[in-house]
Each structure stands twice: as structure tokens, then as C-alpha cells.
């Protein structure tokens, strides 16, 4: 037995302390680690996967929670067994019985995904074959394939083909699989990840049900606007009309996304359009700070009561609100059940302490859907009203080395968080 793994039961009391958040932060000794002067993850057994990347082996001193079967994980700011983030996937193809593709995934399905910066594998047929120091370090710009991520690369996966395949007696290929993922957070990630592509707009309700808010819409097509779910359901919103000029009914619209805190076409500002653009600043903080139901106290002009009694806000309180920060329209004929009163309420507050907000991690943010249709020479027509939905800002910007099986993975022998494991190309019949 290796004295990493002595030490095992020896540490077994000191528990895990601190998060990592990249590779240069000092590790921490576990239970599951072995030795507190060690780096990587401790562990000497080397996990054996198959097919397109399913756990086959695993070690017998059952470390590895993974059941059999499950998929290989790349995992980013590993030190010890119970630090990491899970980033995504390696997924392998057998193309032929000597050659393989190999595929880096990270997640999908999640709201702001990881993107690669850059991504290495080295594929050998024994430990000795992999690249590494003296000392035992693996030296990821010298593996046998390599993407650097070009500038403006958006792509949440990369795929290396045709990967020549050199087997062990056993069977086996000798595999170390490394990226580098970052994470943008804050207004810039959002603006970021929200999508530019054409999406579907699906009006069902105005106002809508329980009269929480102006429009309930369903977006379709784009992407974690699609798959955000704040209470609703799955892409589902109760949002607000920002342009009293245009028309809406209950039906499907081709539509454009667009950020509240990006430079607007000039198609969708002026007269006509939204007048008012530069309060979008503090229609975010309004989002952030008042809703349907809310207790306030009605205000004849700011710093003046009106009555004594707290009142509970319409939607069409918060609807007018809107509209006085960015519309010249003043028919609200529409509207019923708000007074002048709460919204005074509203925009002395937000006239106040709205103006160069920026919202925060775990704050809201204001996303515009424009129904229009456009062309190559950026000739808009709106078809429709435009809206907005809000949806939670990421945190902020992270970036991490991730390594294949990084968290269960065998360590290299150096001091380092590098890890390598086992794959045959065949899985066994069950």
C-alpha cells in the first residue's frame, strides 16, 4: 500500500475548510486525501473508462462516489476530493479500431456556461509515455494535441479527430485531458451569453394571470432565456411594455433579444420608439426594488405623504412608472387601478438612488424582446410591442485549469493537480 494511502484514516478528522476557485490556491487534507503535504488529489489508483467515456473501473478502496457507468467528468479547481467544480464533460468515439475522436464539452444546460480558453490532451500507451517534468508534472503545452483558443470563441465544446490509438498490454490507452475555462459574470457575462439569434416570442396574457404584471410571454429559441425559470416555468415571464406606440396581441412574433445596459440600434430609440433609453439604469433598479403587492406610502411629491396608511402596488402602478422613465406616451387608458400617488412613490425612490445602477451578482437584469422582422441591411420593422423580462446577473468573472476525472482521478507523481486515467475502446458485454 502506498503511504498516500496510510495516511488516510491519520486525516481523517481535519474535514475540508476553504473552496478553490483556481489551481494556484494551496490544497487541503481530507479524509479522502492522503498526505497534507501532497498536491493533486492524493490518489494513486487510476480510474479506467470505456466506450464513449463510462467509468469501467474503479478503485477498490471505493473513494470514487461515481457509480460504474457514469460518465467521465472534467472538473475545474480540484485540490482535494471535496473541492471542484464539475465544468463539463470528455466524451470519446472509437472511429475505427487504431483511431478515436475525443470531444471537450462543457456544460450545457446550465444558465452561463463555462467556455474553453484553451484545451490539451495527451494520449499514450503507458504512464511513462504521458508529458511530463522530471518531477513528475505534466506539461500540458507539450501534450500531442492542443487547441489555444482563438480570440471571440464561443463555443462551449472542442473536438480533436482521428486520434491514433496505441494500446497497452491490457488493453488500455493512457489518457490526461486538460482545459482551461472561464466563466464571464456580472453585466458583461450577461451581455455576453444572451443570444443574437432570431427567437420566438409566444404572447399569452395581457395583463397577466393575477394581474402581476403587464404581459406573461413564453421565449422559445434562445438559448438560457429559454431554460431560465423564475417561478413561472422554463422561459416563461411576467414583464412590462416599454412602448405604449406599438400593439400586441396574444399570438407567436419572430422577436430580437437585446440588453439593458448594451448601445441600442438606433432603429429602436426616437420618437416613436422607446424615447428615453438612457433610464434603463434605473428601470433596472425599479425591477430590483419594487413589485406587485409591495407596501409603500403614497406620496403626493417626493418627501410628502399622502394619507397615513401603507398601500399595496398595482401592476399598473409599476406599469405607469415605467412608462414616465421612458416613454413620451402618456395614454394609459388601458391601465386600470393605480393613482398617481404610489407611482410618486415609485420614481421619487428611483429618481433618487437609480440613477448609474448596475446590477449585481444574484440581482436582477432587464433584457428588451423586440418583436420585429429585419434583414441583411438592417432595415427593422416592429411588428409588436417591445417588452422586457428580468433574469438573475451572474456572479462574477472565474477562471480555472480543469483536468479529466480531476476530482477521483490519479495524480500525477509531481507537485501538481494534474490528473490522468485509463480508457479502452471497447466496453466489456455485461
Known amino acids: 500500500m502506498s503511504k498516500r494511502l496510510i495516511y488516510l484514516v ?26 497534507i503535504t501532497d498536491a493533486g488529489t492524493g490518489y494513486t489508483f487510476t480510474n479506467t473508462f470505456c466506450g464513449e467515456g463510462k467509468l469501467q473501473i474503479k478503485s477498490p478502496l471505493g473513494y470514487n462516489p461515481q457509480a460504474l457507468g457514469s460518465q467521465l467528468i472534467l472538473w475545474g479547481g480540484v485540490g482535494n476530493a471535496v473541492a471542484g467544480t464539475e465544468v463539463g464533460n470528455v466524451y470519446f468515439y472509437p472511429t475505427s479500431a487504431t483511431t478515436m475522436n475525443v470531444k471537450f464539452e462543457f456544460n450545457q444546460g446550465v444558465m452561463y456556461p463555462y467556455i474553453p480558453t484553451s484545451i490539451h490532451l495527451d494520449v499514450a500507451s503507458s504512464y511513462a509515455g504521458l508529458h511530463k517534468t522530471k518531477q513528475g508534472n505534466p506539461i500540458p503545452g507539450q501534450f500531442d494535441y492542443k487547441f489555444e483558443v482563438p480570440e471571440g470563441y464561443t ?7 482521428n486520434i491514433p490509438i496505441e494500446l497497452d498490454a491490457d488493453g488500455n490507452v493512457w489518457v490526461a485531458a486538460h482545459a482551461g475555462g472561464t466563466y464571464f459574470g456580472g453585466i458583461g457575462g450577461f451581455n455576453y451569453y444572451l443570444p443574437n439569434n432570431t427567437v420566438q416570442l409566444v404572447v399569452q396574457g395581457n395583463p397577466a394571470p ?3 404584471a ?6 422559445n429559441n434562445a438559448g438560457f432565456i429559454s431554460t431560465y425559470d423564475g417561478g413561472y416555468g422554463p ?4 414583464g412590462w411594455c416599454i412602448d405604449i406606440d406599438h400593439t400586441m396581441g396574444n399570438q407567436s412574433y419572430p422577436a430580437q433579444l437585446f440588453s439593458s445596459y448594451e448601445a441600442l440600434p438606433s432603429w429602436l430609440t426616437g420618437p416613436g420608439m422607446l424615447e428615453y433609453p438612457e433610464n434603463l439604469d434605473k428601470v433596472n433598479y425599479l425591477i430590483n426594488n ?7 406610502q403614497p406620496l403626493s411629491s417626493c418627501g410628502v405623504p399622502y394619507g397615513t396608511t401603507l398601500q399595496a402596488l398595482t401592476y399598473s402602478d409599476i406599469q405607469v412608472a415605467i412608462w414616465t422613465l421612458l416613454e413620451n406616451n402618456t395614454n394609459y387608458s388601458g391601465l386600470q387601478s393605480w393613482n398617481q400617488e404610489k407611482v410618486n412613490a415609485i420614481l421619487c425612490d428611483v429618481n433618487a438612488n437609480g440613477e448609474g445602477f448596475a446590477p449585481g451578482c444574484n440581482d436582477k437584469i432587464v433584457f428588451i424582446v423586440v418583436p420585429n422582422i429585419g434583414n441583411t441591411i438592417s432595415v427593422q420593422l416592429i411588428i409588436g410591442q417591445p417588452i422586457i423580462g428580468e433574469v438573475v446577473v451572474p456572479c462574477q468573472d472565474e477562471s480555472m485549469t480543469c483536468w479529466g476525472d480531476g476530482k477521483y482521478g490519479a495524480g500525477f507523481l509531481g507537485n501538481n493537480w494534474g490528473t490522468y486515467f485509463k480508457y479502452r475502446p471497447v466496453c466489456p458485454t455485461p
Do not use: H, N, R
Request: aromatic residues 22%; hydrophobic residues 40%.
Open 10 to 35: 491519520l486525516f481523517a478528522l481535519l474535514g475540508a475548510f476553504v473552496m478553490f476557485q483556481s489551481c494556484s490556491d494551496t490544497p487541503v487534507t481530507t479524509e479522502e486525501t492522503a498526505i
Open 155 to 161: 463555443q462551449p465544446s472542442y473536438t480533436f479527430e
Open 210 to 212: 393575477s394581474s402581476q
Open 214 to 219: 403587464y404581459w406573461k410571454f413564453t421565449i
Open 235 to 238: 422561459g416563461v415571464y411576467y
Open 290 to 296: 419594487f413589485w406587485t403587492g409591495k407596501l409603500v
